[in-house]
């Protein structure tokens, strides 16, 4: 895939993670800030929120409202955790299926 085929959001996401694969980035680690990514992309700052919002779904970066984005202490478990994640969330909805189809046979028994 060529460079210009990748929407911006996601070459933060691509460098980030390939930088905390690589060991460059470690647990703890603070990322700049989102006026800094959005000078270095070239992008606005919204872009650059959607690329934090794709790395924290995929566990590799947590952030603190006031004090900035960092690298996850699991994010060399990420893709275990977002497996986790995935069927913790399955798990959920079965749960709200059977509550539901449980008040429907209630209703109609």
């Known amino acids: 895939?060529?460079?210009?085929?990748?929407?911006?959001?996601?070459?933060?996401?691509?460098?980030?993670?390939?930088?905390?694969?690589?060991?460059?980035?470690?647990?703890?680690?603070?990322?700049?800030?989102?006026?800094?990514?959005?000078?270095?992309?070239g992008i606005a700052p919204g872009t650059v929120q959607r690329a934090l919002t794709e790395l924290r779904n995929a566990g590799l970066i947590y952030s603190h409202q006031?004090?900035?984005s960092f690298v996850s202490d699991t994010a060399g478990d990420a893709e275990q955790d977002a497996t986790t994640r995935a069927i913790r969330t399955l798990e959920e909805r079965v749960a709200a299926l059977a509550a539901r189809l449980e008040k429907i046979e209630k209703r109609n028994g």
């Open 1 to 41: 895939m060529s460079n210009e085929a990748v929407q911006p959001y996601q070459r933060i996401v691509q460098d980030y993670s390939e930088k905390i694969r690589l060991g460059r980035l470690t647990a703890g680690t603070k990322l700049p800030s989102t006026r800094e990514l959005a000078d270095t992309y």
């Open 66 to 68: 006031g004090r900035g």
